[in-house]
C-alpha cells in the first residue's frame, strides 16, 4: 500500500503520475480558457475553475487594467506609456511623470517631490538617481516659474494671487497661509512635522507616522554657492510668499524638537523642494 508501486508510491493516486501531481488535475497541464473582466476560467482535466484577480464589492475586475471607485469599475487612465489610477496618481503632460497625491483636511496635495526640469533645478550631488528618489531642487525663481533676472536674489519679483509656477497644470505653488491650514488640518504646528514625515528614510531618530501620505522625505538642499547638504536629514519645502528682494518663505517639517513643522526665511539664491498644491 505505501510502497513504491503501491497505491500511495511514485505511481500511486498521490504521487507524480497521480491525479494531483505534477501531470494532475491541479498540476502543470491546467490551461487558461478565458481571461475577461477580472475573471480566470481554468480547465484542468475534466473540470474548470474560476479564479477572481480582485474584487470591486462583488463585481470582479482586472487591477492590471481597472480600478476600483465607489461610482463602480472604470479603465486606467494612460500617462506616456503607463497606467494609473486616477484616484491617486495624476500625469503630468509635460514629461508624463506620474505623482501621487492625498487629500488633507480641504486641500488636495502632491505626495512626492516634483521631478520636472527647468533652469535653476538640480538633481542633489548632481545625480539622476537622488532626481528619481527625491524629486529636484528649486532656486526660488524657478519654482516661482520665474528667471533669475526676473525674481531671483535681489530682484523684487511682487507675485500676488495662486501662482502655478514650476507645478504642472491644475496645481500651484502653496503661500504660507496655505501651508498653515495644513498644518492645522494634520493636528497643529506643534506635531505637524511628525504627521508628514514618513516612518522610514530619516537619517536620524526623527521618524514620522505619515499618518495622511504626504511623505516629506529629506530631500536635502543646494546653498548659493553650489554645495549639495543635510540629504537624509532636511527636508525644505518652498512657498510663493517672498520677504523682500533676497529672501522667500519656506517650510520645513521638523523643528528643534522634531514634532512640530515651522516656516521660515531663506535665500532665494538657496535650492529646494517643491510640493504643489491643487488648485
Not at 482535466?45 to 492590471?64: S, V
Not at 495644513?182 to 536620524?204: C, H, K, M, Y
Not at 523682500?244 to 523642494?273: C, H, Q, T, V, W
Amino acid at each position: 500500500k505505501n510502497g513504491e508501486n503501491g497505491k500511495d508510491g511514485k505511481n500511486g493516486t498521490d504521487g507524480k503520475n497521480g491525479a494531483d501531481g505534477d501531470n494532475g488535475i491541479d498540476g502543470k497541464n491546467c490551461e487558461i480558457v478565458s481571461d475577461t473582466n477580472g475573471k480566470i476560467t481554468l480547465k484542468c482535466g475534466n473540470g474548470t475553475t474560476t479564479l477572481y484577480k480582485a474584487m470591486c464589492d462583488l463585481t470582479p475586475y482586472d487591477p492590471t487594467r481597472q480600478y476600483c471607485s465607489v461610482q463602480g469599475i472604470f479603465d486606467l487612465k494612460k500617462c506616456g506609456g503607463k497606467l494609473y489610477n486616477p484616484e491617486s496618481h495624476f500625469c503630468d503632460t509635460r514629461d508624463s511623470s506620474l505623482y501621487r497625491y492625498v487629500t488633507i483636511g480641504s486641500q488636495v496635495w502632491m505626495a512626492e517631490n516634483l521631478n520636472y526640469k527647468v533652469d535653476s533645478s538640480f538633481c542633489y550631488n548632481d545625480s539622476v538617481e537622488y532626481c528619481e528618489k527625491y524629486g529636484r531642487l528649486y532656486k526660488w525663481a524657478a519654482a516661482v516659474g520665474k528667471s533669475e533676472e526676473e525674481c531671483g536674489d535681489g530682484y523684487d519679483c511682487g507675485l500676488s494671487g495662486k501662482i502655478r509656477g514650476v507645478c504642472p497644470e491644475g496645481w500651484h505653488l502653496p503661500d504660507t497661509t496655505e501651508w498653515k491650514t495644513l498644518f492645522t488640518a494634520v493636528g497643529g504646528i506643534d506635531i505637524a512635522g511628525e504627521i508628514l514625515r514618513p516612518q522610514t528614510g530619516w537619517n536620524s531618530n526623527i521618524k514620522g507616522t505619515d499618518a495622511y501620505g504626504f511623505s516629506a522625505f529629506p530631500a536635502g538642499n543646494r546653498n548659493y554657492d553650489g554645495v549639495f547638504n543635510n540629504r537624509g536629514d532636511f527636508a525644505c519645502f518652498w512657498s510663493v510668499t517672498e520677504y523682500e528682494s533676497n529672501y522667500a518663505y519656506f517650510m520645513i517639517p521638523m523643528d528643534f524638537y522634531g514634532d512640530g513643522a515651522y516656516l521660515d526665511r531663506n535665500s532665494k539664491s538657496n535650492a529646494f523642494s517643491v510640493r504643489c498644491l491643487k488648485y
